[in-house]
Structure formats: C-alpha cells, structure tokens
T-cell receptor
Framework: AQKITQTQPGMFVQEKEAVTLDCTYD???????LFWYKQPSSGEMIFLIY??????QNATEGRYSLNFQKARKSANLVISASQLGDSAMYFC??????????????FGSGTRLQVQP | NAGVTQTPKFQVLKTGQSMTLQCAQD?????MYWYRQDPGMGLRLIYY???????DKGEVPNGYNVSRLNKREFSLRLESAAPSQTSVYFC????????????FGDGTRLSIL
C-alpha cells in the first residue's frame, strides 16, 4: 500500500485565490512527521511546512497552512492568496519513528499546481 | 550559505560505465541521504547515513554503493550504469531531531545511454 497518496496530479488556481492540495498517509507508527516541499521548474526542493503527529495545532508558515486531520490520516496543504510564483510541483512526505526511527522521508507522487493570472 | 552541494549537475554515461556522484554539506548535520526522482514519481530513498561511519539501504539500493567519507561528505557510486538508472539524483542532509526538515542539493541529472 502507498504510504503517501496525492490524488491530484495537476491543479489550476486563479491568482489571489486559495488552493488546497490533498495528502493522505498510511502508518501504524504513533510518532511521525509530515512535510511539504515545493519543487519549481528549476528543480530544487524547497521545504515549506512541517506537522508532527503529536502537535496540537495545525502548522502555519506565512501563506502556507496545513490542515491536519489525524483520524482521517490527511495532511492537506492550503496556500492562501496564490501567486504566480507558486506554480510548481508540491510533494507531501512522511517521516516515521519520531524518536527512534530512521530520518528518511517517504514521498508522494506530487501535485503540479499552475497559478493563472 | 552553500548548504548541500552536489557535483556534477549533469552527466551522460554509456551503459556499463561507472561514476561517483559527490555530495557535501556545510550545516554540520549528522544524517545524509541519497534519493532518486523519476518522471511522475516522488523521490525514492536509495541509501542513507544516520551518522558518520554508518550507512543503510533504502527503498531502491540495487546497483548503487555509498561512502560516508566524513561528516560533511556522502558519495553515491554506480559501478556499472544501466539505462534504468537514468534519473535525477538528490542528496539531502538533516539534523537528528525528527522535526527538522531535510535540506536538499540542487540535484544531478544523469542519463545512461
């Protein structure tokens, strides 16, 4: 079974509107972390936001927020007030074993977001 | 502000040739990783090194070897390149603390003919 599922291969959004990128995950480990990365067309991986499984509040970083629904095992990324520069691939990733496990990430297949003027 | 530096950025090899991808980080991180990214897929872990002197296999280790030369450097070697290894390779590093993000290099685009 896929550990990280991103069901939206591509999405369009109008500039200045908000957009939600979906991510569901599968783990039996009670301790895990969820990360979102942005990959622009230039290819680099840019860290956006992190949510820990024990965090009480949804993470926020500027225009990025994470809609974390633990019971549903979803960690959707919300981008508010989209900008043209937000056009990129977005990857959801999970790290299992918060305290003792390896630190490597398992990635989803990504969502390509295109922001239209 | 170099962060994670990968060399080379591009490489074309013939089937059967060998090469080493280099990675160095200047953030004093203990953990380092090698991933590959194929079209339509997310990054997949090849090998990782939790700390200097240790390495472990990831999801797709076949055909690769790694060396953690010191705390800063983590190299990936293809002993006998195959067309299936055509991919973009990313090196990353992170603190041991689980809530810290991984920092990625800019990637190496490798084509095997």
């Amino acid at each position: 079974a896929q550990k990280i599922t991103q069901t939206q291969p591509g999405m369009f959004v109008q500039e200045k509107e908000a957009v939600t990128l979906d991510c569901t995950y599968d783990t039996s480990d009670p301790s895990y972390g969820l990360f979102w990365y942005k990959q622009p067309s230039s290819g680099e991986m840019i860290f956006l936001i992190y949510q820990g499984s024990y965090d009480q509040q949804n993470a926020t970083e500027g225009r990025y927020s994470l809609n974390f629904q633990k019971a549903r095992k979803s960690a959707n990324l919300v981008i508010s007030a989209s900008q043209l520069g937000d056009s990129a691939m977005y990857f959801c990733a999970m790290r299992e074993g918060y305290y003792t496990g390896r630190r490597a990430l398992t990635f989803g297949s990504g969502t390509r977001l295109q922001v239209q003027p | 502000n170099a962060g994670v530096t990968q060399t080379p950025k591009f490489q074309v090899l013939k089937t059967g040739q060998s090469m080493t991808l280099q990675c160095a980080q200047d953030m004093n991180h203990n953990s380092m990783y090698w991933y590959r990214q194929d079209p339509g897929m997310g990054l997949r872990l090849i090998y990782y090194s939790a700390s200097e002197g240790t390495t472990d296999k990831g999801e797709v280790p076949n055909g690769y070897n790694v060396s953690r030369l010191n705390k800063r450097e983590f190299s990936l070697r293809l002993e006998s390149a195959a067309p299936s290894q055509t991919s973009v390779y990313f090196c990353a590093s992170s603190e041991r603390t689980a809530n810290q993000p991984q920092h990625f290099g800019d990637g190496t685009r490798l084509s095997i003919l």
